[in-house]
């Protein structure tokens, strides 16, 4: 069975609600005049985006409009109660949000998540219904150090381990080299192969087949010059841009590109 690729646009911290309308008004208008893409194409917005986003795509029904989702960039692990600021799975599902991303590399460095929330926030957005997109990723240090491997593989299995072969339909994985976030310094085509290889043996090994369908996309510094050939690789099914995504052309060109379509 084949992998139907995944984009994720992730937004990070920008964009007030007016940009995301005509944001959305321009990629949809991109997507109906192009060809048919044969990939999931998710927006991952802030939450103050959420609302307007989510209508733009509902209101969408052109070329491709099966294929978008709207999400967001975190959720909490509890259903409910007295954890200011924080919001449950159960709240962005009933927002309308479709996936969260989960554990990026900002939210480790700069706010102390690890792969310990990592697995319990996993666990409670599959659990509602909403689709997970897990990054894991080793930094500069560790990746100088020769331990991008080992790291990237203990943080996988801690990640992962509330999930069952049940919640690998839900399941995506993002593989994100910290070194490459944000710095225009995108992994080698051979990293991205050699490091989305070991993960795709991770997941057989904790999932069998049901972890050979899980989609892993890289991350770091991708664009729509060189998403090809970074997808091209085996076991590469698709991108998370960051920058990238925040233009509703470079987007587009990105998946038209990563797709070869
Ligand atoms: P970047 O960000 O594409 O701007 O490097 C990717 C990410 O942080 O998800």
Redesign the pocket.
């Known amino acids: 069975m084949s992998i139907r690729p995944l984009f ?1 646009g ?1 937004w ?1 911290m920008n964009k007030l609600r007016a940009d995301a309308q005509s944001y959305c008004d321009k990629f949809c208008e991109l997507l109906s005049s192009g060809p048919e893409l044969d990939a999931d194409i998710w927006l991952s917005v802030p939450l103050t985006c959420l609302d307007t986003v989510k209508d733009a795509l509902a209101g969408y029904s052109g070329k491709n409009s099966d294929r978008l989702a709207v999400g967001v960039q975190n959720v909490h692990w509890l259903e409910k109660g007295a954890h200011t600021a924080e919001v449950s799975a159960q709240m962005l599902s009933d927002a309308g949000a479709r996936f969260s ?1 989960i554990g ?3 939210r480790r460095q700069y706010y102390g998540e690890d792969d310990e929330h990592v697995a319990l926030r996993a666990k409670a957005a599959i659990d509602n219904g909403l689709a997970a997109v897990v ?1 894991v990723g080793e930094t500069e240090e560790q990746y100088r150090a020769g331990k991008t491997e080992q790291v990237v593989k203990q943080s996988l299995r801690t990640s992962l381990s509330s999930l069952s072969a049940e919640d690998c339909k839900l399941l995506n994985i ?1 593989y ?1 080299p910290v070194w ?5 310094l ?1 992994a080698t085509p051979e990293i991205a192969r050699d490091v989305h290889r070991l993960i795709r043996a991770e997941l057989q090994e904790l999932y069998a087949d049901s972890g050979a369908q899980v989609r892993i996309v890289y ?5 729509p010059d060189n998403i090809s050939v970074l997808c091209q690789q085996e076991d590469v099914c698709g991108g ?6 925040l233009d509703p052309e470079t987007f587009y060109k990105l998946i038209v590109n990563g797709l070869g379509a």
């Open positions: 994720v992730n990070k991303l990026h590399s900002e990054c993002a994100e490459a976030i944000g710095t225009g995108a991350g770091g510094s991708t664009n998370l841009p960051g920058g990238a995504s």
